[in-house]
């Protein structure tokens, strides 16, 4: 059984960072993709960046530039490092992992960005 436990979410203000943590516990080893996605109130949860199985990293355009993902995978943790962030990169933050063809998700963690 894989679990995936998120930290980090919360207020700021546009402008400002926030850091994004998942751990994923349970009996994996080899290669697996690991990620985040968002969705925000009334909209579909999509990709915001995610690893490929074989290590190679991706985001969607409207991050680029201002988040970066990284992971530690020893510990099987992923991050998002989140700059410069805008009122409409608030959303539910649900770190996704996939492993021999079965979707994980986690809870979840609200990121609201206001003034």
């Known amino acids: 059984q894989v679990q995936l436990v998120e930290s980090g979410g919360g207020l700021v203000q546009p402008g400002g960072s926030l850091r994004l943590s998942c751990a994923a516990s349970?009996?994996?080893?080899?290669?697996?993709?690991m990620g985040w996605y968002r969705q925000a109130p009334g909209k579909q949860r999509d990709l915001v960046a995610s690893?490929?199985?074989?290590?190679?990293?991706n985001y969607a355009e409207s991050v680029k530039g201002r988040f970066t993902i990284s992971r530690d995978i020893a510990k099987n943790r992923v991050y998002l490092q989140m700059n410069s962030l805008k009122p409409e990169d608030t959303a539910v933050y649900y770190c996704?992992?996939?492993?021999?063809?079965?979707?994980?998700w986690g809870q979840g963690t609200q990121v609201t960005v206001s003034s």
């Open positions: 349970g009996n994996i080893f080899s290669s697996y993709a």
């Open positions: 996704n992992l996939v492993w021999r063809g079965v979707t994980y």
């Open positions: 690893f490929t199985s074989d290590g190679s990293s």
